[in-house]
């Protein structure tokens, strides 16, 4: 599976000073070839979804409408009413919104099939339309990957690539006097070490409701050198690697996880790890600001951002991304177009990864020396992104059926939290499964 990005810290650092000196300049003033008033009166509807990436969006939105003369009404709901509802108006034919914020993890595939985004190739060779900077090489590889159909096409733009990695209490550990793990073995056994339920003080916490606890399992999967999809388009979801990731899942969310961990989304999981009682928390490198958040947070210093440990057969960092796309639909697809690029634009890039909110695709943003030196999340921060990206993996397979996929799958790991067993549950979902996929290949 090809890295995402593969940045080095040199490439952080050796940003040449032309570069440097254009960093921060930002999208308004290095396009003045674009006519950016151009559908100044306009009304764009955008769909995003809730999330540390949609904040900064929402946050500099009078930023875009002021160089444009566009006004915006931007929506930003919770992940599952967000694709529940662009499913449901992208299907009836007439959408509500010229923009949709999509994840290429979940939706690409099903985007494809129904032909909801516009071809917006011509778009980026329009020099009165787009910026000289944004071109498909300052794209890591898998975005364009993402971004493109089979056909390759361009139908969106890529916005931000998310790994798994894990944050820890470096004070829980250090109590313990407990290394940050180095394997999965150590992983588990940390986690035990940290629970002590007698102080309310847990070792680990993942997401466990279900459908959103899928990724944690096959993200885990990876390390046993597996994937939920063979090369060959055949599930490898009753495998003796499937089933011991899953029993890995369920030793750390049975033995070591709060209570009430079976209904924990990111959120819940995030807000129990602010509290400072829990010692491991496996999720995306996007969910860090609030961390360093005196506001927020009561481990503000004390937290340490880890690449994920080596699993028996493989070290693999979870790897997701989402992108922007103007819909095929839309009336307004130029000034839809002008509101992706801007999002994805060297300043918006720049504020993305500097708040800690996301890592972008754009490879002269995580490149660039200016940008780096404004980074207010810690350096080790920085580092589990860079050491991430050298052993990026797709967590979930690239199918239609992912919704589904992630429900049935998520049901049997809400049990395996409940004491069932994980063979049997895999099995049965498995069995549920394959007639699902088959029909969306057919």
């Avoid at 089979?150 to 931000?160: D, E, K, M, Q, Y």
């Avoid at 940050?180 to 993942?206: I, K, Q, R």
Wanted: glycine letters at 10%; proline letters at 6%; hydrophobic letters at 40%.
């Amino acid at each position: 599976m090809p890295s995402f990005f593969n940045p080095t810290r040199r490439g952080f650092l050796a940003g040449t000073a032309a570069l440097g000196a254009s960093s921060m300049l930002g999208m308004r003033q290095a396009s003045a070839a674009v006519d950016w008033k151009r559908f100044t009166g306009t009304t764009l509807e955008v769909n995003l979804v809730k999330s540390p990436r949609s904040e900064i969006l929402l946050k500099y939105l009078p930023e875009f409408e002021a160089l444009t003369g566009i006004k915006v009404n931007a929506e930003a709901t919770p992940e599952q009413q967000q694709r529940q509802k662009t499913t449901i108006e992208l299907s009836s034919g007439k959408p509500s919104f010229d923009v949709v914020h999509m994840s290429y993890h979940v939706q690409k595939r099903q985007f494809e099939k129904g032909g909801w985004l516009a071809d917006i190739s011509s778009f980026l060779k329009d020099t009165s339309l787009t910026d000289p900077s944004l071109t498909e090489g300052d794209f890591a590889e898998a975005g364009l990957a993402f971004a493109k159909d089979a056909n390759g096409v361009l139908r969106s733009l890529p916005f931000s690539v998310d790994y798994w990695i894990i944050y820890w209490n470096k004070a829980l550990f250090e109590k313990k006097g407990l290394a940050y793990p180095t394997s999965f073995e150590e992983l588990a056994s940390a986690a035990e070490a940290l629970t002590d339920a007698s102080t309310n003080t847990y070792g680990f916490v993942a997401r466990g409701l279900k459908n959103a606890n899928t990724p944690v399992w096959t993200t885990l999967l990876l390390g046993y050198g597996s994937s939920p999809l063979g090369p060959d388009g055949k599930l490898r979801t009753t495998s003796q690697e499937a089933v011991d990731a899953a029993k890995l899942y369920q030793r750390l969310m049975t033995k070591t996880a709060p209570p009430g961990v079976s209904g924990f989304n990111w959120a819940e999981a995030q807000s129990a790890f602010l509290q400072g009682k829990i010692g491991m928390w496996l999720d995306g490198v996007g969910f860090a600001p609030p961390i360093e958040n005196p506001e927020k947070s009561r481990v503000v210093g004390q937290v340490g951002y880890g690449i994920i440990p080596k699993g028996p057969k493989a070290q693999a960092a979870g790897t997701f991304g989402d992108g922007l796309g103007v819909v095929a639909a839309s009336q307004r697809k130029e000034a839809a177009y002008l509101f992706c690029q801007w999002a994805i634009s060297h300043e918006m890039g720049a504020r993305l990864l500097q708040a800690g909110a996301g890592v972008p695709f754009r490879q002269s943003i995580l490149e660039d020396a200016k940008v780096r030196e404004g980074v207010k999340m810690p350096a080790a921060w920085l580092d589990a992104v860079v050491g991430s990206g050298k052993i990026s993996q797709l967590a979930l397979p690239v199918i239609i059926p992912v919704t589904e996929f992630r429900d049935i799958y998520g049901v049997g790991l809400t049990n395996m939290i409940g004491g069932a067993d994980p063979a049997t549950e895999l099995k049965s979902a498995t069995a549920q499964f394959e007639p699902v996929l088959a029909k969306s290949e057919g």
